[in-house]
């Protein structure tokens, strides 16, 4: 059994919630970005009285690594570190693009198609270009996270022997160009729901982080003058 306290500010959306064995217990959103520092430790202090649980009784925190917002991920990581320290539980991480990507294949469940099926979730990184990874219904990596620029030919290979599922807040800027008959669109963003699964499922593994050591998933230089 776990209990866990799930941390999530990598995008616009942030999410705290508590789980107990992959099922959420309470939780708190914010939709605001450049809000989520303030939200974060009120949030949980809520969440904490409302499911009657005190922070001393968490099995582990779990925070989404990234990619996504340089100064989102600091605040996630930095916080859910600093509960692990101090209570001296497991730290879990759970990739940004990982948890997006477990939404879409429950969410398209076990439809039958003609050809095999990705599932391709994006991340806005400014102008053309989006954080994204490919992985198979069984959420294995097909392409690890990466930082690529949008353009016609996009994922094109891929395209001609699969039906991709692209997904997340990045994906908008891919559907307007997209031309293929296999590519297909999920609207959905970071869910607390399959975050707490996912991190259920490395703590009971004991999948867990150096708390002295784990840092964010950028994949870009936080400097970036091209950006």
């Known amino acids: 059994m776990s209990l866990l306290l799930n941390i999530d500010t990598a995008t616009e959306t942030a999410s ?11 939780e708190a959103i914010n939709k605001e970005q450049k809000d989520h520092a303030v ?13 009657g649980i005190t922070l001393h009784a ?7 690594e990234g990619p996504g917002s ?3 991920l600091r605040v996630g990581m930095a916080s859910a570190k600093g509960l692990c ?6 730290l879990i991480t759970v990739g940004t693009l990982n948890v997006l990507a477990w939404q879409a294949i429950n969410e398209i469940g076990n439809m039958q198609h003609h050809l095999p099926v990705l599932f391709c979730p994006m991340i806005d990184a400014r102008r053309m270009e989006v954080f994204t ?12 996270p990466v930082a690529m620029i949008i353009e016609h030919i996009f994922f094109a290979n891929l395209l001609l ?7 997340g807040n990045g994906s908008a800027k891919w559907q307007i160009i997209c031309e293929s008959e296999n590519a297909f669109f999920v609207k959905n963003e970071l869910n607390a729901l399959y975050m707490s699964e996912l991190s259920h499922k490395k703590f009971l593994k004991r999948q867990f982080k150096n708390v002295a050591y784990a840092e964010p998933l950028y994949i870009k230089e936080f400097f970036n003058p091209t950006v």
């Open 16 to 26: 705290v919630s508590i789980a107990r064995d992959g099922h959420i217990l309470q």
């Open 39 to 51: 939200f974060l430790h009120i949030a949980i202090q809520l969440i904490c009285k409302n499911a």
């Open 85 to 90: 320290f101090a209570l001296q539980i497991p």
């Open 133 to 144: 990874a490919v992985f198979d219904s069984n959420l294995t990596p097909i392409l690890t």
């Open 58 to 64: 968490l099995d582990g925190v779990a925070v989404t």
């Open 161 to 167: 022997k699969n039906k991709i599922f692209f997904s």
């Open 70 to 72: 340089y100064t989102g």
